[in-house]
């Protein structure tokens, strides 16, 4: 099991940046490949970015594409996320996910065996 905690998260204005961070901890981070979802309310979690084990391979969703950049640092052992230009719509909790490291771009939530607590982005207008 790998154990996740997210940060970085804040209220913020449409247009803004943050960087979203989160420290693995358990198990050989490398082993994994890294997702990020999100959650607003009322609404059910999607899918924002992945990436691979070694952060060769990364996909996003098209809400999202050309705005945020996930990034990992197997060092550190952990995964960002770093959102740029964000919009009113972006504002939800944010989650990171493992999932062990396999061939597959890795965009469902059942593909993830961890999880985070998330943290909250809000973006106002």
């Known amino acids: 099991q790998v154990q996740l905690v997210e940060s970085g998260g804040g209220l913020v204005q449409a247009g803004d940046s943050l960087r979203l961070s989160c420290a693995a901890s358990?198990?050989?981070?490398?082993?994994?490949?890294m997702g990020w979802f999100r959650q607003a309310p009322g609404k059910e979690r999607e899918f924002v970015a992945f990436?691979?084990?070694?952060?060769?391979?990364?996909y996003y969703a098209d809400s999202v594409k050309g705005r945020f950049t996930i990034s990992r640092d197997n060092a550190k052992n952990t995964v960002y996320l770093q959102l740029n230009s964000l919009k009113p719509e972006d504002t939800a909790v944010y989650y990171c996910?493992?999932?062990?490291?396999?061939?597959?771009?890795?965009?469902?939530?059942?593909?993830?065996?961890?999880w985070g607590q998330g943290t909250q982005v809000t973006v106002s207008s």
């Open positions: 358990g198990r050989t981070f490398s082993r994994y490949d």
């Open positions: 996910a493992a999932g062990r490291s396999g061939w597959e771009i890795k965009r469902g939530a059942r593909d993830y065996e961890d």
């Open positions: 990436s691979n084990w070694n952060g060769g391979r990364t």
